[in-house]
């Protein structure tokens, strides 16, 4: 059977419809189903009238030979993928393909990034919880699953602390604060927690600069409590989107 890329939320009126697509986070919040908040999102857009399409992601596998060039191969796959869906979804006779826009939460917005910089077509992104510096951002991470992810990868690269950050840098082709500098800032909102542990403020406030100060909403709150406000945040990226749509 060919990989299935994404899930399509569809509006019961009838097309074209104005597209959003979501690039999900990392990982699964507390015991809840896989890309649960992801689909709730795009249920919520969908009775507003968009066409919702939910990137699939793998997880993360270290790999015990794969070095530390697995991180730019992953993000580089996640890449593909959204690029992959999206040439698809604007080939659907139900989907306006001049009216598309993208929102990525936490990882996925940092690879929402990197996506955006490549494609012109997408009208407006919404970044939330996401970041610049991915070396600094996986070894100062308080959050179990990255720092289980960044001991893993120095284990198998024999690597300390230090010269992962260094040789990363050096080595990275996919990295959130290059990518962000070739986006228009009028196209985009972002979002950030200002007691965030999983992607420290530091580095939320580096791509916001290197996104050259786009509109932002800053929360009071840690990254995961960000939950909280899910009602708030999805009317908000409504607003902005067909804001930008006209």
């Known amino acids: 059977m060919p990989e299935r890329l994404y899930e399509l939320f569809l509006p019961r009126q009838e097309g074209p419809h104005p597209l959003i697509v979501i690039s999900p986070a990392l990982g699964r919040v507390f015991f809840l189903p896989d890309l649960f908040f992801e689909k709730q999102m795009a249920r919520f857009f969908t009775k507003h009238g968009f066409a919702t399409a939910v990137v699939h992601r793998d997880f993360f596998n270290i790999e015990r030979e794969g070095g530390l060039g697995q991180v730019d191969r992953y993000l580089e796959d996640s890449v593909g993928k959204i690029k ?5 979804l604007v080939q659907r006779e139900d989907i306006d393909k001049n009216r598309v826009v993208s929102l990525g939460v936490s990882f996925g917005g940092m690879v929402n990034i990197l ?3 490549r494609e012109p077509r997408i009208k407006a992104h919404v970044f939330a919880l ?3 510096n991915i070396p600094e951002i996986l070894t100062t991470s308080r959050d179990p699953l ?6 893993q990868i120095l284990d198998v690269c024999g690597l300390g602390r230090e010269e992962f950050v260094r040789s990363l840098k050096v080595s990275l082709q996919n990295e959130p604060l290059e990518s962000a500098r070739k986006i228009e800032p009028d196209s985009v909102l ?14 939320s406030k580096l791509l916001w600069e290197a996104l050259r100060k786009p509109e932002t909403l800053f929360l009071p ?4 409590f960000t939950i909280l406000l899910l009602p708030y945040l999805e009317r908000k990226a409504l607003e902005f989107f067909r804001r930008k749509l006209g």
């Open 115 to 117: 996506f955006a910089a």
């Open 130 to 132: 996401a970041g610049a």
């Open 190 to 203: 972002m979002i950030i927690a200002r007691f965030d542990h999983v992607v420290l403020p530091i580095y």
């Open 146 to 151: 990255v720092r289980l992810y960044c001991h």
């Open 221 to 224: 709150v840690g990254h995961y």
């Open 84 to 88: 992959k869906s999206f040439d698809e």
